[in-house]
């Protein structure tokens, strides 16, 4: 049980790292359309996965433990966008368009990027951990296809993810070398969250309702605060829509297939 866990946490992680080896085959930056078309991709995945994979078995193990359904999923769907927001107001980090938030910090641009995406994937890396927490438990709504089903659909959207941070990194003047570590760097959080979530999990398991809905909510939280933005942003959003649907139906399709 340890190992299939164990490779489960690290499928999302290895998706990036690939996602950010193709700066040494790629001579330019990502075009922009394609760029926007990734970005769309990835949130069509994580908005399925959030639906299918987190928010609903939070509702049916809710009933199987007698309580009211919608009150853990509604509880820790808000906890979660929440949480993220206040990762968002307390650390410093650049999007892909250079807008700066957070508090006031003298990081380099390249740093800030870095965070950025590092703090979209720390909601990734728990819910694939809560899964795998909730299997391992023996929940009766949570299979090891349903947790393998949601780590190779957030793998799937990693790997372009890995690119679009990588690639810019490439351009800001960083070896090609360097601009993937900070890739591998940035992903590296999912299967540390996703440990840190399965140690807890004598503690998880009376709130896995909660705690499911909260990953769900986490991940939506970034879905609308960065990814819909810079996907439709500017020119060729249409694109971006196109693939956001192509990423929903196959995380769709995976969790219902596998799950």
Not at 133 to 160: H, K, M, V
Not at 162 to 176: D, F, Q, V, W
Request: net charge negative.
């Amino acid at each position: 049980m340890n190992l299939i866990i164990a490779k489960g946490l690290l499928i999302p992680f290895l998706g990036t790292a690939l996602g950010s080896a193709l700066v040494f085959f790629m001579k330019k930056e990502l075009d922009v359309k394609i760029q926007k078309m990734l970005i769309g991709f990835a949130a069509g995945v994580m908005v399925a996965a959030s639906v299918w994979s987190l928010l609903i078995p939070s509702m049916n193990s809710a009933s199987d433990m007698g309580r009211i359904a919608f009150i853990p999923a509604v509880t820790g769907f808000c906890l979660g966008m929440l949480f993220l927001l206040l990762l968002d107001v307390v650390t410093p980090h650049m999007h892909l368009d250079e807008t700066v938030e957070g508090p006031k910090s003298q990081l380099k641009k390249t740093t800030m990027m870095v965070l950025a995406v590092t703090l979209h994937n720390i909601p990734e890396g728990m819910a694939v951990g809560v899964l795998y927490a909730g299997w391992a438990s023996g929940s009766a709504d949570i299979t090891e296809a349903g947790a393998l089903a949601l780590a190779l659909g957030i793998a799937i959207q990693n790997f372009p993810e890995g690119a679009i941070i990588s690639m810019p990194l490439r351009s800001k003047g960083l070896s090609r070398g360097k601009a993937c570590w900070y890739g591998v760097l940035s992903g590296i959080v999912e299967p540390i969250a996703g440990l840190l979530t399965i140690l807890l999990s004598t503690l998880i398991i009376p709130v896995l309702p909660y705690l499911l809905s909260f990953a769900a909510g986490a991940m939506i939280y970034v879905v609308i605060e960065e990814l819909i933005p810079e996907m439709s942003e500017g020119e060729h959003s249409n694109w971006g829509a196109i693939l956001f649907m192509a990423g929903f139906s196959l995380m769709m399709v995976l969790d219902v297939a596998l799950g």
